[in-house]
């Protein structure tokens, strides 16, 4: 077995087991691998579902990459993030931004620019090394529903930093309905961060919009047919390392 393969299955073994750990306290999941430490976790709003219809939900979720020894931890390259099948995606008749309107915005102009689309928020941090000064960054983050990208919709994830220079971080990320376990996925390429001197050290998001005729409609929604929800993540940085593993929530049953 090769060295990153190994790499991999360790990772997928220890994150598993830090989801079966923690997934039910405020922990999350934690993995060490190589140099790097990463923690995540997630939760909805309302826990009490209905098993069979939707009902509309509150996402949030994080994570959080770290060097072992300190410092700036390896760029992240691309993260995949998978949603249970008993999630449900709603963009129908949800106005949609465009990314070119957003080259140089920020959080609060992409509001202006695109109110009806904004579907969630957080906020992005960064690490900086430069020469021998090693800083953190951090910006607020504007998620947008964006244009079909191959006939599937996308989410815009959008923050504009200030030091060590202006720069807009802008993610158009595919999503994509999937057979299987997992229902939709969703593809983040990050850009460089400060012309590659940067890495992503955390990434929060807080998503959940309801729209249409009343608000009845939501942008999220979810059942509870087997008590659990889960979340799967597939983690690839720049040194070849990879982690995969996945964190369950409890849901139940809502009655009457």
Sequence with gaps: MSRRRLTAVVALASLTLGAALFSGGAGGALVAVNSLV????????????????????????????????????????????????DGHLDVNGLPTCQPQLLAE???????????GAVVGSGRIEAIVASGNAVFPISAPLTILNGPRLGGNPS?????????????????????ERRPGRFRYRVTLDTPPIAEGLGSI???????????????????????????????????TFADGT??????????????G
């Design 201 to 235: 050290s955390r990434v929060e998001v807080d998503i959940g919009k309801r729209f249409g005729p009343g608000n009845k409609r939501s942008y999220v929604a979810a059942r509870c047919s087997d008590g659990v929800l889960d979340t799967h993540g597939r983690f």
């Design 105 to 115: 915005a920020g959080s609060a102009e992409a509001r202006r620019a695109c109110p």
């Design 155 to 175: 989410a815009i994830l959008l923050a504009r930093t200030s030091f060590p220079q202006p720069q807009t971080f802008m993610v158009v990320a595919p999503i």
């Design 38 to 85: 990463l923690r995540a976790d997630g939760g909805f709003q309302p826990r009490a579902l209905p098993r069979h219809g939707y009902a509309p939900i509150h996402f949030q979720g994080y994570f959080d990459i770290a060097a072992k020894g300190g410092g700036k931890p390896v760029p992240l390259q691309q993260a995949v993030i998978e949603f249970d099948r």
């Design 242 to 255: 990879v982690i995969d593993g996945s964190v369950e929530k409890a849901c139940r049953v809502k009655s």
